[in-house]
C-alpha cells in the first residue's frame, strides 16, 4: 500500500512538471513537441548547466530514442526564445543554463561542470572605458577552477 502511494506521488510529479513545461514553452513561443517535453522536464526541473552531450547521454540512459541533432536543434530553439541561458566557457562545447537571470559561474577544467555563483557574492571594480557608443549589456564572469 505504501509503495502504491509513492508510485501515485511519483506519477502526480511527473505529470505537474509536464505540465509546468508545457506551460513555459508556450509562454516562450515554443510548440511543445515530445522532444522539447522531454529535454525541458530534464532541464528546467532545477536549477542546472548541461551542454548538449549530457542532455543526449541521460536521454539515453533513461531509454528515450532521440538523435544528437534533435538534441542540439531543441537546446538552440530554447536559447534562441530565451528560456534557457547559453554559456560559452569551453571552446569546445556550450553549456545551457536554466537559470536565465545574471548570474557569474565557477567552471571546473577537470570536470567539465559548471557552479553558479550568486551575482551579490562578487563584485566588479574597475571596469575598463568601454569603447566609443557602447554600453554595458550583461557582465558575466567565469572563474575557471581545477582540482587540486
Ligand atoms: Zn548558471
Redesign the pocket.
Known amino acids: 500500500m505504501s509503495s502504491f502511494s509513492l508510485e501515485c506521488f511519483n506519477m502526480d510529479d511527473v505529470i505537474q512538471l509536464k505540465t509546468q513545461v508545457e506551460k513555459r514553452l508556450k509562454l516562450y513561443g515554443l510548440r511543445p513537441t515530445k522532444a522539447r517535453l522531454r529535454i525541458g522536464m530534464m532541464l528546467l526541473d532545477h536549477?542546472k548547466?548541461l551542454s548538449a552531450e549530457q542532455v543526449f547521454e541521460r536521454l539515453l540512459e533513461k531509454g528515450h530514442s532521440i538523435s544528437k541533432a534533435t538534441v542540439y536543434n531543441t537546446l538552440n530553439a530554447f536559447a534562441e526564445k530565451g528560456l534557457v541561458?547559453q554559456?560559452a566557457v569551453d571552446p569546445s562545447r556550450m553549456y545551457y543554463?536554466s537559470?536565465t537571470n545574471a548570474?557569474h559561474?565557477f567552471f571546473n577544467i577537470d570536470t567539465g561542470q559548471?557552479f553558479?555563483i550568486p551575482s551579490d557574492d562578487l563584485s566588479v571594480e574597475n571596469i575598463p572605458r568601454l569603447p566609443e557608443n557602447t554600453k554595458i549589456q550583461d557582465l558575466e564572469i567565469v572563474i575557471k577552477i581545477k582540482n587540486k
Open positions: 536549477p548547466h541561458n554559456v543554463d537559470t548570474h559561474h559548471l553558479d
